[in-house]
């Protein structure tokens, strides 16, 4: 079924991009979502990490099969990414509460990387991860909320996938603000 035909039938296919540094939580993020699993230590990704999973949406009576691109954060990658955004719905911009360093790249590498090769109307999340480090934070919560007004993302959560804290919640909510700008339009 094409895409069209899946929307009629109240299927929505949605293809997300998990972007941030290495050692961010993407894939820690991503695993705890599809699989509810969390290792202390995932080795770096290697180019892209593509896992799906479903969701059903009550409040538009439908389902969204979410394709999710856990993205690589080296920088030996940087020239793939332009083909992992093609087609992209939407996105988690990923930061780790502990390193200062990759709350600063979302918006100065991360975001404009993104919205170089997507479309214009694109929705995003901005996700401080691992907030069970609280002894160890680095970037305060006023930072990460003060950056989402910044790069006008339509959510600031801190998450931790260790502990399964706001990990379904960000994908819910970026899958059903997808949707939503989509039947708007």
């Known amino acids: 079924m094409s895409s069209e035909e899946l929307e009629k039938a109240g299927t929505w296919l949605l293809k997300i991009a998990i972007l941030g540094d290495i050692a961010v939580g993407k894939t820690s993020l991503v695993k705890q979502f599809v699989d509810n699993t969390f290792k202390e230590d995932y080795g770096p990704t290697i180019g892209a990490d593509i896992l799906k999973k479903d ?49 600063e790249s979302v918006a100065e590498k991360w975001l404009m990387d993104y919205k ?47 502990f399964d804290v706001n990990v379904d919640k960000a994908f819910v909510r970026l899958a059903k603000a997808i949707i939503e700008l989509k039947t708007s339009t």
């Open 55 to 103: 969701i059903v949406i009550p409040e538009f009576n439908s389902t969204a099969k979410l394709v999710l691109w856990d993205i690589a954060g080296q920088t030996q990658y940087e020239k793939q990414r332009p083909e992992y955004y093609e087609g992209c719905s939407g996105a988690l911009l990923v930061y780790d509460i502990t390193r200062h360093t990759s709350y």
């Open 116 to 162: 170089n090769y997507v479309p214009k109307d694109q929705i995003y999340i901005l996700i401080g991860n691992k907030n069970d480090l609280e002894d160890q934070r680095e970037v305060k919560k006023e930072e990460g909320e003060k950056l989402e007004q910044e790069i006008q993302a339509i959510e600031f959560l801190e998450t931790s996938a260790k």
